[in-house]
């Protein structure tokens, strides 16, 4: 037995089932899975090596190196070296901690149990030992892990149902075929491992994740850019000041109190001095910033996996943050790329109505007569009196249920329509209950319908199908079935009924349908074609039922020429389809179904408080455009005012061109009414210059755009056009795109907007964009986990991106900016000190403050209350939040943090820092202290500045926190009583004498810090730094204040009062439009069930057929491939008709 | 499908404030009444202390006499290092128009003397000053041995430079009497510095317990002469000594030389009338173009005379009630725009 497959590195790969030894010759990979980084040994080598590798890891180290020459060092070792080493472990620790779960997780995959084939007997296998070539017995609902070609199965014609949800995320079973030769080898599934290990298909598609990293930090590694050219700057100033002082004074000072080694060139020590000036400096940008960043982004990834509101008690999935590097980016989306199945909608089919023979059911009518809602409050109809009755379908209707009773034929013939007239499988479970196999949802529940209502479908053969009508078992033999197809947009049973009546029974889009009617069916095509408006209107898919009596002769002779017709080889299908549509005709209709694509729970609500943020929501999907822009409209983001919609559908590069020109055209048009012709010349003009146009069009635009027209623009330099376009309509929809197409509109989006985007998708075709959008949100709770491995986010439902975006990102991104601003603030406040001190210590590279205060300010001083708000910080409540969705565009627009803010805090921490030093200087310059000492000595002029330092930023961080709570409280007030009690610890006598030479301040807090004088200064000098602040932030909140200033106050007044609960009203849409068919059918299924093959052994096809089955059976699976491939390709012919 | 899966129940997140974000907290909100009475109230305070301030630091008398030139010909002997060991002497006379009441304070003042410097802070040995190892040289560099290797007591640059010169006030009766003024050498440390951080090596002869050191290059007598008169104020812990050691902040910067002992004519203070200063002019400013000069000052309860200070305190007041001011106008202005606004 020989099996080989194609594969990029080998041509070819031979393996000898069965035979390990021959196998091993090739050094396959084996089956073991290895996503761990490091073991016990690699682990602190490589982890330190990566650690390094970054940027400001690296330039930390180097600062290091350059503090150990004693030429230039103006720090001792320790104040770089303990916060590198405390920021360095904890990375480590974190690093470790993720290894080890991908360790757990390795393990559980490696230790899976495997029945393989050794010896000639199935032994116990751990999954990780199997081999290439191995064979292995799998049983029903076991866990593959390998490659593995199927060999055998148990099911006739070695077909088996295999669930790829691991790797592609779909959770519908595919039907996969053993060759011929070998199914007959074996009663069980057995299979044969191709590819092992890091081969599998599941690993090679894995791919390196790419590094996603937020604008903030994007933002933040510029500044630093810019600090650092800033540190330079300063660094060139005092080295210049260095040498002409050393020229002019120091010169003649170092030789009187150095002696001879005091003689210096001034050039040489400046240049020294600029090094030892950027080791003083480098506080600018401290070491705890990005650990800080990343602390305070993990304690928001903890509240989003917290967050009790976006948990699904349903399938008992919390909201997971995969990411803990992006939470800010949340609070900044511009686009949000959403998938529609399993995404907007639960891709749950329910029949909610139906028109039959001109009357409606499924309205409820409450007493007055009014057409009400369904709620749930109504009574369901009880079909307990049916025990075959599927328990979770609900109907509001009662009148339907009575019209069977009463035994109305057309009810009747439309329920035994729905039984008859679809491809549905069915069987029966453990339990005896009947279980439908569907191939569409959309069938699922026409036939459960139909099954409730009594007219139960219960099993099929090729020729037959069996149903029972209210309680008697009625088989009907299947004489015809005319398949489904996307120009078609119908399908037909023609069935022979126990009483010999032969009937064809079709349904379709109510467009097609309706031309095929009995000219007797007039009235009832107006009143039907009312009710499926009405039903359109309220976002529910329609199909037309009509059925037709025929003659026996007629039909024969029909038949007679439809199998010539399949004998034919040449225009086969042509001929067919000219026979379907010769028989599908004069049809009478019966009324039509409305089947709800059933929207996640929330969906209209969060699209439209979205839209109210200003965020464009793009809907891409595989889907058909109508379904497409049938959810559109369902969830409200398209309606019926919006002043157009631009469908584009070309084929070629000109047509699809040419509608863009167009729909712009269009666009611009209707703009130029509106303002005057010159200005608009001059406005097109810049448009056509400017890519990026910020344009402001009147009235609300949809594009819907299909993947083929799509390709077509995404290869071309309709790209810009098509793009700028997208961009002004309010909403767009992308139908039948491919999961590589929707990475690359992601793509355009992102490269060519400078704008954020978030796409949001459950299933494996989205993965491209989740992993191409700056952030990737999956669907989680589904069986499919690709979607959600790929993600930085998950959680169960559409509608907690509201929270995720509206609450999380924008207290994220708010607190995120507050954070950034004050780290800034303080360090530059920090820092600068020691600048204007060197203009009066001869440049000489003196440090103001103690060593150990500069090694524990950032990192034990100050470091908790700053993160404490960046962690805690709330403006304004989430219920507010929420209610106010324009509260998140500061982060679209990036208000609270960018370089202009970056240079306010500058100037804002530049003032502090003059504050903090010339207040002092200027006291005690000339000056004694109570006791008639002197009191500017080097070390109480540090301690001096550092209290002060200590309080002005505790003052300013007060200030900056806007929601204190406890731990804001314990934080501050903490750092405050830390500060003091260990710079009493450090001056004091104990540790004075056990380390002479660390602790040189010995009594310096206490004699300073009792001296009213110096108390004054601090006071003055906290006044001088806060005041203006408070100052310029009362004047802004009562000149320009914002959104949410306004809020707030509001929100202060509101305290007492009970919080006003908002409800938007809820806009009933009232669209006229229609869906066609707009069903989740494919091709193929038909000849599937008249062959056959898709059934189980029990039901035995008939000998005649067997030979033929097993000749064919290779054949009719490549069928179904090239009729899938026609159906895609088909689409582009599709000419959309504008609705 | 109501039920939710046994066992999965857990993965429900804990409904506690901290997880929920709910917190219970104080809205930080910039009220107007708040930071107007704020404001107002800091403007009082600041405008208050102020005030103060300046004027207790003008009922300091202060005089100071710069004698680097004045004693000019002693400066130019000092230019030289070689004639460091002649001895050269200056009286300068100056008069005290009103008694300076209360305690007295004698400093030195040097101009333009860099203590700031990095390597001269760090050229120093505290584990040698505190006198448990006297030949712990350490960071002394460049000071931290003599030619033939004998470790220097006290080393480094600081010691080494201590200011010498020697300052007598006399009190000038009539052009005959002069009367040495009292003065304390005593009580111008902080007590840390001569209990704590200043230890002279235990032994019962102080000479022998420097055995093994030399004097730093720049000083006429080894560190066990310092003060002839009071033996105990010998070594490492004497007051001037120490009074150096702590290094200054600034380069320009005063030192507590002396205090007044207020004894006898002296009991209120010093009393009005012409004075002299005899010294002992050792210290070479010229050296390093740098200015020495002599301070007589009175103390208030906040110290010595600066008056910036108090300055600084009037201007921010002053700029306080100035923002509190057109704080209030701006608000004003705004609540009746509201108004007008509520009122359509």
């Known amino acids: 037995m020989f099996c080989s497959k194609k594969k990029l590195l080998e041509a070819e790969r031979i393996v000898k089932a069965n035979d390990r030894e021959y196998n091993e010759k090739f050094q396959y990979a084996d089956n073991c899975i290895h996503t761990s980084k490091y073991n016990l040994l690699t682990f602190l080598p490589i982890n330190l090596f990566e650690q390094f590798q970054r940027v400001a890891n690296a330039y930390f180290l180097f600062l290091l190196i350059l503090q150990l020459i004693p030429e230039i060092s103006s720090l001792t070792w320790f104040t770089t070296f303990v916060p590198l080493v405390l920021v360095i472990t904890m990375t480590a620790v974190k690093d470790a901690t993720d290894d080890y779960f991908r360790h757990k997780s390795d393990d559980q995959v490696n230790n899976r149990q495997s029945e393989v084939l050794i010896d000639g007997k199935l032994q116990n296998e751990k999954w990780m030992n199997v081999k290439v070539g191995d064979i ?25 149902y295999i669930e790829t949800a691991e790797l592609d995320g779909e959770t519908n079973l595919k039907v996969r075929h053993a060759l011929s030769v070998t199914s007959e080898l074996g009663a069980d599934i057995s299979r044969l491992a191709k590819f092992d290990g890091p081969d599998t298909k599941l690993m090679q598609n894995s791919g390196k994740t790419k590094f996603k990293r937020t604008s903030i930090d994007r933002l933040m590694n510029t500044l630093v850019l810019w600090i650092f050219g800033f540190l330079v700057c300063l660094g060139i100033i005092l080295a210049i000041g260095n040498s002409i002082w050393e020229n002019q004074v120091g010169d003649k000072f170092r030789a009187f109190v150095f002696w001879k080694e005091g003689e210096k060139n001034s050039v040489f020590s400046g240049f020294l001095t600029f090094w030892s000036y950027i080791i003083i400096l480098n506080t600018v940008v401290p070491i705890s910033l990005y650990v800080s960043v990343e602390v305070i982004r993990l304690g928001h990834s903890y509240f989003i996996n917290w967050d009790r509101k976006m948990y699904y008690s349903l399938k008992a999935t919390p909201a997971e943050a995969r990411t803990t590097t992006l939470n800010e980016e949340l609070g900044q989306i511009n686009y949000v790329f959403s998938d529609k199945t399993g995404t907007l909608t639960q891709n749950i089919m329910t029949f909610k109505r139906c028109s039959i023979n001109g009357r409606i059911y499924g309205e409820v009518h409450d007493d007055l007569g009014q057409k009400t809602d369904i709620t749930k409050k109504k009574e369901p109809v009880d079909f307990s009196v049916n025990p075959q009755a599927d328990r979770t379908f609900e109907f509001f209707d009662h009148r339907l249920m009575e019209s069977i009773k009463l035994g109305d034929p057309k009810v009747h013939e439309f329920l035994r329509l729905l039984a008859l007239c679809h491809t549905v499988m069915s069987e029966e479970n453990s339990a005896g209950q009947l279980v439908y196999q569907v191939q569409s949802p959309d069938e699922g529940a026409l036939v459960t319908a139909a099954r409730n209502f009594g007219f139960i479908f219960k099993s099929r053969t090729p020729e037959t199908i069996t149903i029972e009508e209210l309680g008697t078992l009625v088989t009907y033999q299947l004489l015809a079935f005319l398949d489904f197809n996307n120009i078609r947009k119908r399908m037909s049973v023609i069935v022979r009924n126990p009483e010999g009546q032969i009937k064809l029974y079709c349904k379709g889009a109510d467009t097609i349908l309706f031309e095929k009617l009995h000219p007797s069916n007039e009235n009832l095509l107006t009143l039907t074609s009312d009710h499926l408006s009405e039903f359109a209107g309220e976002g529910l898919r329609t199909l037309a039922i009509a059925y037709r009596d025929l003659d026996d002769k007629y039909f024969k002779e029909w038949h007679k020429m439809l199998e010539d017709a399949n004998t034919t080889t040449d225009e086969r299908d042509e001929r067919v389809a000219g026979l379907y549509e010769e028989i599908e005709r004069d049809l009478m209709l019966l009324g039509a179904t409305a089947v709800e694509d059933k929207l ?53 590069v000109a047509e699809v061109r040419e509608e863009v020109r167009k729909a712009k055209e269009n ?17 097109k003009e810049q448009l056509e210059m400017n890519s990026v146009v910020q344009e402001t069009v009147t009235g609300d635009y949809a594009l819907v755009i299909n993947g083929h027209s799509l390709a077509h623009a995404l290869e071309s330099d309709i790209k810009n056009d098509l793009l700028e376009l997208a961009c002004m309509c309010k909403t767009v929809v992308c139908c039948r795109v491919t999961p590589l197409q929707k990475a690359q509109v992601v793509e355009l989006v992102k490269n060519h907007r400078n704008a954020v985007t978030l796409a949001i998708g459950d299933g494996a075709n989205d993965v491209s964009m989740i992993k191409s959008a700056h952030i990737g949100v999956g669907i989680s709770g589904q069986e499919g986990l690709q979607a959600v491995l790929a993600s930085d986010y998950s959680f169960a439902q559409f509608r907690y991106l509201q929270r995720l975006l509206l609450v999380h990102g924008r207290w994220s991104y708010f607190r995120m900016c507050k954070f950034l601003c004050y780290f800034f603030y303080k360090n530059f406040a920090f820092t600068l000190v020691h600048f204007w001190f060197g203009f009066f210590c001869g440049f000489s590279a003196q440090t103001v403050y103690d060593q150990w205060f500069i090694t524990l300010f950032n990192i034990v001083y100050t470091s908790l209350p700053v993160l404490a708000m960046g962690i805690f910080d709330q403006d304004v409540n989430d219920q507010n939040s929420m209610d106010y969705p324009q509260l998140y565009e500061p982060g679209q627009l990036n208000l609270l943090f960018n370089k202009r803010r970056f240079l306010i805090c500058m100037a804002h921490g530049i003032y502090t820092s003059l504050a903090l030093f010339f207040i002092p200087f200027g006291t005690f310059y000339n000056m004694a202290g109570e006791d008639g000492q002197h009191i500017a000595d080097y070390q109480s002029f540090a301690v001096i500045i550092a209290t002060s330092l200590v309080i002005v930023v505790s003052v300013q961080i007060a200030l900056d926190t806007s929601y204190w ?72 909140v009562a000149l320009f204040p914002t959104l949410s200033d306004q809020i707030r106050q509001w929100q202060k007044a509101q305290k007492k009062a009970r919080p006003l609960h908002r409800r938007r009203p809820q806009t009933r849409r009232s669209s006229s439009r229609r869906s066609g068919y707009a069903f989740a059918h494919q091709e193929g299924y038909g000849e599937l069930i008249t062959s056959g093959k898709n059934m189980r052994a029990k039901n035995p096809p008939p000998a005649s057929g067997l030979e033929k089955t097993l000749y064919n059976s290779t054949s009719w699976i490549e069928n179904l491939c090239k009729k899938t491939t026609d159906t895609v390709s088909s689409f582009s012919q599709d000419k959309t008709v504008k609705l | 499908m109501k039920r939710t899966p046994q066992g999965c129940q857990s993965r429900l997140p804990d409904n506690t404030a901290l997880k929920q974000q709910q917190l219970p907290a104080y809205r930080l909100q910039l009220s107007a009444t708040g930071v107007l009475s704020g404001f107002f109230a800091t403007g009082v305070f600041c405008l208050g202390v102020g005030i103060i301030l300046i004027l207790s630091a003008k009922s300091i008398k202060e005089i100071e006499i710069n004698y680097t030139k004045i004693c000019a010909n002693c400066a130019k002997l000092r230019e030289n290092a070689v004639d460091f060991d002649k001895e050269c002497t200056c009286s300068i006379p100056f008069h005290i128009p009103e008694t300076m009441q209360g305690n007295v304070y004698m400093y030195y003042k040097l101009y333009g003397f860099y203590q700031n410097l990095y390597g001269y802070i760090l050229s120093r040995s505290n584990s040698q000053l505190l006198g448990t190892d006297v030949k712990d040289v350490g960071s002394c560099a460049p000071f931290r041995e003599s030619h033939n290797g004998t470790p220097i007591a006290p080393c480094g640059a600081i010691a080494n430079s201590i200011f010498n010169d020697t300052i007598i006030l006399s009190y000038n009766l009539n052009s005959s009497i002069h009367i040495k003024v009292p003065m304390l050498r005593s009580g111008i440390t902080w007590w840390t510095d001569k209990y704590v951080k200043f230890r002279n090596p235990s032994s019962n002869n102080l000479s022998s317990a420097f055995a093994g050191t030399t004097k730093p290059p720049y000083w006429p007598k080894p560190v066990y002469e310092l003060d002839e008169e009071d033996p105990g104020n010998n070594g490492f812990i004497n007051d001037d000594f120490i009074v150096w050691m702590r290094t200054a902040a600034f380069p320009t910067f005063k030192k507590l030389y002396r205090r007044l002992s207020r004894t006898q004519r002296f009991i209120e203070g010093l ?74």
């Not at chain 1, 839209?611 to 379904?627: C, F, M, P, R, Y």
Request: net charge positive; aromatic share 12%.
């Open chain 1, 136 to 160: 292995i017995k799998l049983e029903n609902n076991q866990f593959v892990a390998a490659d593995l070609l199927l060999l055998s199965s148990s099911e006739p014609h070695g077909l088996c």
């Open chain 1, 600 to 652: 996640q729970e929330g969906v209209i609500e969060t699209v439209t408080n979205l839209s109210l943020a200003n965020i464009k929501i793009w809907v891409l999907t595989g889907d058909k455009q109508e379904t497409a822009i049938n959810i559109g409209y369902a969830c409200n983001m398209l309606t019926d005012d919006m002043s157009d919609m631009f469908i584009i559908a070309g084929n070629t």
């Open chain 1, 667 to 683: 666009l611009f048009g209707q703009n130029r009414t509106f303002s005057n012709g010159h200005v608009v010349f001059e406005k």
């Open chain 1, 965 to 1036: 709570t406890v731990i804001n409280h314990v934080f501050i007030w903490g750092s405050i009583a830390t500060y003091f009690s260990i710079l009493f610890t450090m001056h004091s006598n104990g540790i004075f004498g056990i380390f002479p030479n660390q602790f040189p301040f010995v009594g310096n807090a206490r004699h300073s810090l009792t001296q009213k004088c110096i108390w004054l200064v601090i006071l003055l000098t906290t006044v001088a730094s806060a005041m203006p602040v408070v100052a310029f932030r009362f004047l802004r």
């Open chain 2, 271 to 344: 009393p009005a009338g012409n004075y002299s200063f005899n010294i002992t002019y050792n210290f070479p400013v010229t050296r390093f173009r740098g200015e020495k000069s002599v301070v007589l000052s009175t103390l208030t309860w906040s110290g010595g005379r600066s008056l910036f200070l108090g300055l600084a305190y009037t201007v921010t007041g002053a700029v306080t009630w100035l923002a509190t001011f057109s704080m209030m106008a701006a608000h004003l202005m705004l609540k009746e725009r509201k108004m007008f606004f509520s009122q359509q």
